[in-house]
């Protein structure tokens, strides 16, 4: 049998297949369309790394909006006073691009995001207290930062956390675990002055240490399972 | 056949695994040597800032022309900053107060106050030159047992920290344990570079502190000014949590007691739900409370939240003034802070959040209010007129106002604030309101959550 080629059809088909994937890769900004579950595309990477960049790990910023993704969105939704649905749209996407734009001066001009030292210490937080309450997540960065005005320490956040044996997240490497959401949150209100720890310099887990040195310092409080001492 | 299958598989086998574990033992060495050099560096700067720290001391003590003092008392604490942060680098096998660090914060932090002091055109008093020489002294012996770790370095073969103890020593056959030694600060011979320096740091222990005013000068917190006299019982700061969780919205109520805490604000830990709180044992006051509930979908704008905010203070019994907000999403979190005579006492601040979904009070942390709360009286000032002709030309002043300000080292300081622009940003001027010195300058900057102060 002999095949027949109608030339419209084929231009019909090419175009339908273009103009597919045209709108897919080339008009795709975030904000554009409602994403949810199955979303694929630049805009799903856009919307993945600024949720990672707000703590909300899902696994690999890959562009597919799959159940990582759509439980992130949740936890951004839960957490920011929006409807809880795992879909991202117009409310959602623009609390996102709020909280991570750049910070500007009076005249608008963006003078970047400012945050290095909190990055670091949200990291050292996320890695000494996940799994602690918020609270004990503040102390814990609220001792960095009471370390930086005591005479006995180094004066900078990189030169306190990095100090040898200081912090055994630094030995064992989970300082380099991307921060969780409340981690993040935590050490931008230590940052602001806020000190659960009653002006501590250490903390410990009392099940975890038998360091005579850390047992000996003047006891503050036990938040959750840390001790913070003098 | 079979045999020599399996010979000639096991052989290949053990090349392989020989050429694995070549492979995995030069990295080891690669790696063991990089760490090595990092902390033969550490170690190098330190001493050769500890040294030029120690010569830019005698120079700056004997200077006598302020330019000639200014240039050496800078230098002495810039090296002092840089030996601070390679001594943070050098190997130990636990953190813990430096006195050695101490030493050197301190040191350049007076020199950083002198410093301040003759670029003002201040002078410096016969006790401060003391001071700084008693420094000096101090400095000369910790650098002289510094290089003689470096000599030995290169003679005895240092370690950096000391080996720990082998099998036998454990199971208590013998042999001294050094650590144990250093510790007590005796002047055994180190055996390595940390119990050196811990040597050093227990000789300086001894030695009492010095007295002077600067950023750094005391790692002693003063008692707190603001708490209410008299202690309460356990008994009576539950009826005080009680009481406090009524007031923002939660009614009959069984706090769970939570521990005490110790300290300046030390008092009983409490729990209710998601809530934690604590209450002072001197005055019976809540310092902190911070609910965790899971908060709804936001109902609420900034305004209505900041109306909230005004109206929980008076609930609570808190006459302020609401300074700065920052939006959260879920809830807005405020500071607060005394204005007496239309004075604004920034010291004397109390920081809480309000929910988005109800406007609730889901936190509040009154610390600072407590600790730094008292009634001041003011020296006599130059007028608002005076004070804006010491401004620099072209700021254009948006708001001014008599604030009280902290300076680092507890210190208060009565000023004028101006806010305003200057080539396109935004600062916060103080100036002293008394003489007219600027006293603090911070630049505003807009974030994505609400303003922020560098």
Redesign the interface.
């Known amino acids: 049998m002999k095949l027949r080629v109608r030339p419209w059809r084929v231009v019909l088909i090419i175009g339908l297949i273009l103009s597919i994937t045209l709108s897919g890769i080339a008009y795709a900004a975030l904000g554009d369309r409602l994403l949810g579950r199955g979303s694929k595309g630049p805009e799903v990477k856009e919307l993945q790394a600024k949720l990672v960049q707000l703590g909300y790990g899902l696994g690999k910023v890959d562009g597919k909006f799959g159940s990582k993704t759509e439980a992130a969105v949740r936890n951004f939704q839960k957490d920011h006073g929006l409807r809880v649905d795992g879909l991202a749209g117009t409310n959602t996407i623009k609390e996102l691009k709020r909280l991570t734009s750049q910070n500007t001066n009076a005249s608008g001009k963006a003078v970047g995001n400012k945050a290095i030292d909190t990055n670091l210490l949200a990291r050292c937080v996320n890695a000494e207290a996940r799994g602690e309450p918020y609270t004990g997540q503040v102390a814990v960065a609220a001792v960095i930062i009471n370390r930086i005005s005591d005479p006995a320490f180094p004066k900078t956040v990189a030169d306190i956390i990095y100090q040898p044996k200081a912090f055994s997240s630094v030995d064992d490497g989970q300082i380099n675990l991307p921060p969780s959401a409340s981690a993040l949150r935590a050490a931008q209100e230590a940052v602001n002055g806020s000190d659960p720890s009653g002006g501590a310099l250490f903390f410990f887990n009392p099940a975890k240490t038998k360091n005579k040195y850390i047992w000996s310092r003047p006891q503050i409080k036990k938040i959750g399972n840390h001790i913070f001492t003098k | 056949m079979h045999r020599k299958f399996w010979i000639g598989a096991l052989a290949v086998a053990l090349l392989i695994s020989l050429g694995w574990g070549y492979n995995e033992y030069r990295l080891a060495g690669e790696y063991r040597l990089a760490a090595e050099n990092n902390n033969h560096r550490a170690l190098t700067d330190f001493a050769s800032h500890l040294n030029q720290l120690e010569t830019d001391m005698a120079k700056g003590d004997v200077a006598s022309n302020p330019t000639q003092k200014i240039l050496y008392l800078s230098q002495v604490s810039s090296k002092s ?1 840089s030996a ?2 390679d ?13 050695v ?2 030493f050197l ?2 040191s350049g ?1 007076f020199a950083r106050t002198l410093t301040q002091r003759i670029a003002g055109g201040g002078t410096i008093s016969a006790e401060e030159e003391k001071t700084l020489r008693d420094m000096h002294e101090r400095l000369l012996p910790v650098n002289q047992k510094v290089q003689d770790i470096m000599n030995r370095m290169d003679t005895e073969n240092l370690v950096w920290i000391d080996p720990k103890p082998s099998l036998r020593q454990r199971l208590g056959f013998g042999g001294t344990q050094i650590a144990e030694a250093a510790a007590d600060g005796s002047e055994a011979p180190s055996k390595s570079v940390r119990s050196g320096l811990d040597q050093l740091d227990a000789s300086l222990q001894k030695l009492p502190p010095f007295s002077y005013t600067g ?5 002693v ?1 003063s008692k707190p000014l603001g708490l209410p006299s008299g202690n309460v019982t356990r008994g009576q700061a539950q009826g005080v949590v009680r009481d406090f969780l009524n007031k923002v919205g939660y009614t009959n109520t069984t706090p769970e007691f939570a ?8 008092g009983y ?1 409490w729990k209710y739900e998601n809530a ?1 709180l604590e209450v002072s044992r001197q005055g019976g006051v809540v310092t ?1 409370y ?1 609910d ?1 509930r ?5 109902t609420m704008s900034i305004e209505d939240a900041t109306s909230r905010a005004k109206s929980i203070l008076k609930a609570l019994g808190w006459q302020l003034v609401l300074t700065s907000s ?1 939006d ?4 807005v979190q405020f500071d607060a802070v005394v204005e007496e005579n239309g004075v604004r006492i920034y010291p004397d ?1 109390v ?1 809480l959040m309000i929910a ?2 109800n406007g609730h009070l889901i936190g509040l ?1 009154a ?2 209010y407590y600790a730094f709360h008292h009634t001041r009286t003011f020296p006599a000032k130059i007028t608002m007129n005076q004070a804006v002709r010491k401004l620099r030309a072209n700021f254009k002043i948006l708001e001014s106002r008599l604030t009280v300000i902290a300076k ?1 080292g507890n210190q208060e300081i009565y000023c004028y604030e101006f806010r305003g ?1 200057y080539q ?3 600062y916060l001027l103080y100036l002293n309101a008394s003489t007219g010195a600027e006293e603090k300058i911070q ?7 609400g303003e ?1 102060l ?1």
């Open positions: 900053d601070l942060k001594f943070a680098q050098i190997p130990s096998d636990q953190a813990g107060l430096s006195y660090g101490e914060t301190q932090d950023e750094f000068a005391t790692r917190v521990g005490e805490s110790q300290g300046p604000l030390g830990m934690d902190y911070r965790q899971s908060i709804d979908p936001r920052e959260y999403g879920s809830y601040k920081r988005l979904d942390d610390a600072p680092t622009q396109g940003e935004e630049r505003i900057i807009k974030t994505p959550r922020y560098q």
